[in-house]
């Protein structure tokens, strides 16, 4: 199955270093992404509804200027869960556009 003329190319990389490319719909969240193809470290507890922070990644240097800013309910959840590093966003809280493909995706280990 191919991808099809709405679906970007994103790399997740994992802690171990293992990547994984996946197809990733435009507007869906990085989150629901990695979590269909089962990419380790991404897990999605509270279902992308910014409360839980597992589903926490680095993004590669190209896609900080695409990313609109986090909003106060990510920051929060980000101080509480992001151990002071800082450049961690919430993938449930970032919705994929045509701009993504080909970006890589680091995981928060």
Do not use: H, W, Y
């Amino acid at each position: 199955m191919g991808a099809s003329a709405e679906d970007v190319t994103i790399t997740f990389i994992e802690s171990s270093g293992i990547e994984k490319v996946a197809a990733a719909k435009i507007g869906e969240s990085l989150m629901v992404v990695a979590t269909n193809n089962m990419v380790v470290g991404i897990d999605g507890d509270c279902g992308g509804s910014c409360a839980c922070g597992t589903c926490r990644i680095f993004a590669d240097v190209s896609i900080p200027s695409l990313l609109k800013d986090p909003e106060e309910m990510e920051l929060d959840m980000l101080e509480f869960a992001a151990d002071g590093d800082l450049g961690q966003r919430l993938a449930c809280q970032i919705a994929v556009t045509k701009q993504f493909d080909g970006i890589k995706i680091k995981v928060v280990e």
